[in-house]
């Protein structure tokens, strides 16, 4: 932060707000239980654990009385608000006045993505255990995901859509969010799972742009997993590099 910055007021974006359909105690548990945290948040990873204990414990002072969960060493902070039966999730950051941008900010694209695979756990598989498959980086051309996919036409939030997807000759479910850089649809065939498609736009560090797609199932064999897995990784391979998150 420069010093100009500094010594202006620093004011509250709303990054992701999210209506859950789970009471605010059952909520606030989920982003303070490891075990319940791994249910929705990033994707299955060997240091998973490790990230989550990093950022929701030994970095997270959490206020029980406000449902207020705040991490050490960024301005970001979850709360949690009770209405009746369910529940409004948000993710605030605090700046100073005037330093918001139109930037690619993959911290932020995130806390989007989390958050609604939060309200998705709640809604469509409360209890469940998801399994996740992850791909990140550049496309080979010019086309990021969501238009190879097509679903830079899918309909708006909460309409369903049927199209081929990937290796999937036809694919159905519904459109379960929208946002500037990104989108999430359920896909039936995945045990009604989740596919998030964050598309990063051409920077000078990276001119074609970059992807990142989380598939998360619930219910399949790991014979039918392995499977998912083995086709969209040749479609991957075929269309993206890979690379690291961020690199």
């Known amino acids: ?7 202006k007021p620093m004011e ?4 992701v707000e999210v209506a859950v359909p789970a009471p605010a105690d059952a909520v606030w548990a989920a982003l303070r239980d490891p075990q319940k945290i791994k249910d929705w948040f990033g994707w299955e990873t060997d ?8 950022i929701f414990v030994t970095h997270a002072e959490a206020d ?3 449902r207020v969960v705040r991490f050490v060493g960024v301005n970001d902070r979850y709360e949690v608000e009770a209405r009746g039966d369910s529940s409004l999730v948000r993710v605030v950051r605090s700046a100073p006045a005037g330093t918001w941008t139109d930037v690619f900010d993959g911290m932020i694209e995130g806390w ?3 958050t ?5 756990a709640f809604a469509r598989h409360p209890g469940q255990t998801r399994r996740t498959l992850f791909f990140s980086g550049p496309p080979r051309a010019d086309r990021l995901a969501r238009s190879l996919l097509g679903l830079d036409a899918a309909p708006a939030a909460g309409e369903p859509w049927s199209m081929p997807l990937g290796p999937d000759t036809e694919a159905s479910g519904h459109v379960w969010f929208t946002a500037r850089h990104q989108i999430g649809v359920s896909v039936d065939a995945w045990g009604d799972g989740l596919l998030v498609v964050v598309d990063q736009p051409p920077t000078d560090n990276k001119p074609r742009g970059s992807t ?3 598939l998360t199932t619930y219910g399949l064999s790991e014979e039918q997993l392995a499977d998912l897995k083995t086709r969209w990784q040749a479609w991957w391979d075929e269309r993206f590099e890979t690379v690291a998150p961020g690199c």
């Open 47 to 54: 240091g998973l654990k490790d990230e989550i204990d990093f």
């Open 116 to 120: 609604w695979q939060l309200a998705f």
């Open 112 to 114: 989007i993505s989390f």
């Open 64 to 66: 029980e009385a406000s």
């Open 212 to 214: 990142m797609l989380t």
């Open 1 to 7: 932060m420069t010093e100009a910055a500094a010594d």
């Open 12 to 15: 509250d974006h709303v990054l």
